[in-house]
């Protein structure tokens, strides 16, 4: 829900209803100066592989479970989990389940 002084999601998941098999979705649904809000559905056994960004992102994992990868580093991650990631960080994430993720990106126009 949208208004003049905010915005609500009430359910975040519900925002991909469907996961095609073998593919990744993602639907950008917030965006101002400042802020850029992306949800990824992500099917089983899909990656996004390494990559960096110029800016600063923050990752949570609303469901399921992903292997992701910063810098030299692989952690297990699970619906919960939330990571803070500077510019230009490598990193890359794997659907081990089918995966619905946030993405923060900070600092975008």
């Given at each position: 829900m949208e208004n003049s002084v905010y915005t609500l999601v009430e359910h975040l998941a519900g925002l991909i209803e469907t996961i095609q098999p073998?593919?990744?979705?993602?639907?950008?649904?917030?965006?101002?100066?400042?802020?850029?809000?992306?949800?990824?559905?992500?099917?089983?056994?899909?990656?996004?592989?390494e990559h960096t960004a110029s800016q600063?992102?923050?990752?949570?994992?609303?469901?399921?479970e992903a292997t992701v990868t910063?810098?030299?580093?692989?952690?297990?991650?699970?619906?919960?989990?939330w990571l803070y990631m500077p510019p230009r960080l490598k990193?890359?994430?794997?659907?081990k389940t089918p995966l619905h993720m946030l993405l923060l990106m900070l600092g975008t126009d």
């Open positions: 073998e593919s990744i979705v993602s639907r950008t649904f917030y965006k101002d100066d400042r802020l850029k809000a992306i949800l990824f559905g992500f099917d089983a056994g899909q990656e996004l592989s600063a992102a923050i990752i949570q994992i609303v469901q399921g910063l810098g030299e580093d692989q952690h297990e991650l699970t619906a919960g989990a990193h890359s994430i794997y659907a």
